[in-house]
């Protein structure tokens, strides 16, 4: 319910940046590795250097295809229901992609993932409601050949009722993951009415470079409509330049350029001007994923996709951190609060430790109870009718109380966040619980909840047509190992507590 | 460096906020316990209900003092070096008060507060250069009779260089500070040029009610024109309305009776808006002081001191958690963040674990670092001239490096935050080192940064000044515990990684 976002930059300097960026677009260039995609460009008015490779691009051409851009982009879900729009759904949060390990839930150590932890997170994100969208966490180390990135998407579709992203190498798993499709929605037909599958690409490979594998499939989704966005990661003081108005004119110039190039191969295709904008840390290199900079960037990338019409996004809410500490905590909170209140449509914030390293299921779970408590921020909240408010404070007067007046009964559920993980006991209550950290009860819940049969899993008849059709498929079940199952005796704290309300 | 604050509420919401709260002040009116108080409204053009002692307001009279209040506050520092004006300062960070108990830095148990304790925590304050403002965090177990709060102001002034805050019970001890303070200056109109403490009062006991004991105080400040600021504390569906715009109303009505108060007293008088607005948790009736409706009621106060052309302030930046985990990470973090990006220019922050319980020492280097990284997003910062910046875009050129450019090396100290606390290495590393949590970390930084001499204690004969005028006064001194002198043998990490530079 933010009436109006903050301006990290004034509203003057928006256009500098966007003539910055035609500058460096025209003077510089891009350098465009795919043969197809450079001819695309020399065809749409661009300039083409055949033996160095670079793309210049008149800003003609730039700001031409730039306006095909629509302002909305959405994420479909096998079950409509669970679609989601941005900027219209407001703020829409996503599990960020793509680490290679995951902490396991029972030993604390950090091993490589595989597709049945990609199923139970799945699972996981089903049942949390700050958790819009799945974009695949993991990588699937048990994935047979030839199936890299099915293993990673089947155990995910088909324990996920919600938006699922990801990320392909080529075309070939393009069309086996499209084969996928077709096999849960019934038919080719039905699968190309409505794809319900969201892809990202690294549309840019910083400075200012589009490399074979990715430009191939941003060409590839665009021209079929599908729904993909590609993400700008440059480093400030290695892959752009350190000073901050520097790395955005160039991550301006480099989203631009694959822009033109989606809305060339098809105008109108939907686009995030999504983004993690890192600035090194130069006493080590270090790459500072979780510190204050990434949340000051976002809000001016947030700014230049407002300037441009276009859903703003990026990873935000990142954090350096190894384990699920205060450093988590402060880091996750503090940038993606910054790119809220500064306007940011999309966020891929949850689950992930170590920068993109390593996933962690008590994470995810902390991670939902912040994504809620900003979509508190940024919902359109019922403040409530001031003559009436004046009216309650009148007939309630000096020194009274509220407890128990119409209108706290009537909005004691919805008036605040009732969070799940944040403890509000003193200390000798916390104690008598057990006196777990935070991360220690999100992995508590994060189990029981995985313990809990998956009411979204695909129908078995939908199952058995997928199975049919590719062989040495990974089973994609999300089970819950044994031990966890006894958590569900324990009745949850939240819903106890839920029960002797305050005002009963 | 934010150019334009977010707004939670839309513009022409403000003035019809504050038509409620005139509404209320003049309809209900504030009940007054203290009757100089009454005699000097009533003498202003208010109407006084003699016997239910309730103060209601003609419009006029509130809109003619609250003009008066002028558009800075400055907290004075006993070095004026270190005085901060709100909001020339942009962001001013204070600890926060006044909890009863400490964490034992050694133990790691919750006990009583000792005027030792206060001694090693304004030391602390000054090695923190994110903290400005030292509101003495806790109470004194020690305190001999008759000198309860002068043995909290004693050993806080005596080591700390920053402006140090407090509350008082009564002017008795108001005179006791100020022989303090006139020792210290070195005499009568030495310390009455330049008063170097600011006070605190709680202006108002929610709802509507101003009692006796602090309504003493805010007149004794105002009369001397003394730097004071009350607090307003009301708690939705407690002692303030549910909804969120009742609770604005409310409290805007409240901040302004108490501010009206103290024009009268002293036209000229600077002020705060300063808060501690919660929503309680009607599951238990818990105080949720950590929760995001704190963060999003500072955004909405915050733009009502912009609408009074006053200086904002809360108490933003709570946990509820017991410890220094997760919870108190994101906490502190997500309701800063909103109200620093909602433009509110002084937080009192740092410390505090378990709402206002208890006050730790690590969290307070935790707070530190997240009052840096607000700060960063605030500051002017020089994001660089956008010509030059074109221009090593095109000298680096596409897929080139940035590691070792002019500019790269020119501002690799400055492009970014460096932090003491944040982990930025890889799992293996961070092991070897321990493998320590964020709080720990902290703790051990506190606990060296104490073991260190602090070297703005008090000169001797200005102690032995102090100490001649007042009996049995507490010792003060900043003592570390022995065995946090072997930690200064330990070098300290951020020296250790900060010489080997990565350019280097």
Redesign the interface.
């Known amino acids: ?11 003057e ?1 928006l256009p ?2 966007h003539e ?1 960026s035609l ?2 677009l025209e ?5 465009v590795r795919h043969p197809r995609a450079r001819d695309r460009f020399r065809d749409h008015g661009c300039r083409v250097d055949a033996d160095r490779h ?1 793309v210049r691009f008149p800003r003609r051409v730039v700001d031409d295809f730039r306006v095909l851009i629509p302002p909305t982009f959405t994420f479909r879900a096998r079950n409509p229901d669970y679609d989601r729009t941005v900027p219209t759904d407001s703020l829409v949060v996503s599990t960020a992609s793509s680490c290679p390990n995951l902490i396991d839930a029972d030993t604390g150590a ?1 091993r490589r993932a595989r597709s049945a932890d990609i199923a139970r997170i799945a699972h996981l994100v089903n049942a949390l409601p700050g958790i819009d969208v799945l974009s695949i966490p993991v990588l699937a180390d048990d994935a047979p050949p030839g199936q890299f990135s099915l293993s990673r998407v089947y155990p995910a579709i088909k324990n996920c009722i919600k938006p699922v992203k990801f990320s392909l190498l080529n075309p070939t798993e393009a069309w086996q993951i499209i084969r996928l499709g077709e096999a849960i929605a019934g038919g080719e037909r039905a699968f190309w009415d409505r794809p319900f599958f969201s892809f990202g690409y690294c549309s840019i ?1 910083s ?3 589009m490399d074979v594998d990715s430009t191939e499939m941003l060409m590839f989704y665009a021209e079929r409509g599908l729904q993909a966005y590609g993400a700008l990661a440059p480093i ?11 790395q ?3 991550m301006n ?1 480099e989203w631009l350029a694959a822009a033109v190039l989606a809305q060339i191969k098809r105008p109108g295709t939907a686009q995030i001007y999504n983004h993690l904008p890192v ?10 994923a ?4 990434t ?2 960037l976002a ?1 001016a990338l947030a700014q230049m996709a407002r300037f441009y019409n276009v859903p703003s996004g990026g990873y935000i809410g990142l954090t ?15 940038s ?3 790119a ?3 306007g940011i449509d999309f966020m891929l914030v949850g689950g992930l430790l ?1 920068a993109l ?2 996933f962690d299921y008590g994470q995810l779970v ?1 991670d939902n ?2 994504a809620l ?2 979509k ?2 940024r919902q359109d ?10 009216d ?3 007939a ?8 128990s ?1 119409a ?2 009964l009537e ?3 919805t ?5 799940d ?7 000798e209550a ?1 104690l008598g619980r057990g006196g777990l ?3 220690a009860r ?1 992995l508590v819940r994060a189990k029981r909840l995985m313990a809990e049969p998956n009411p979204h899993a695909l129908a078995p008849e939908v199952d058995a047509r997928i199975r049919s059709r590719f062989d040495d498929l990974v089973a994609g079940d999300s089970l819950p190992v044994e031990s966890w199952k006894a958590l569900l005796a324990e009745r949850p704290r939240e819903r106890r ?2 029960r ?4 009963a």
């Open positions: 319910m933010i009436a109006r976002y903050a301006d990290l930059l004034p509203p300097t500098r940046v910055a500058e460096v003077r510089v260039g891009i350098l670079v950090e490979v400075p200012l470079t400030g003081g290695i892959s752009a330049p350190l000073p901050m108005i520097g955005l004119v160039q110039a600035v090194a840390d130069m006493r080590t290199g270090a790459y500072a979780g510190a204050v900079e949340g000051i809000m350096n951190s190894p384990i699920g500490d205060a450093q988590a905590g402060y880091e996750k909170a503090l993606t609060a910054l809220a209140a500064g170590e390293l390593a902390i109870e912040i408590m900003l508190r921020a909240l019922d403040m409530g009718d001031i003559a009436r408010a004046v309650e404070i009148d309630v007067g000096p020194g009274g109380m509220y407890v007046t209108t706290t909005r004691m559920r008036a605040a966040l009732l969070p993980i944040a403890e509000r006991e003193r200390r916390w950290d935070a991360h999100a507590t839920r002797r309300s305050f005002a």
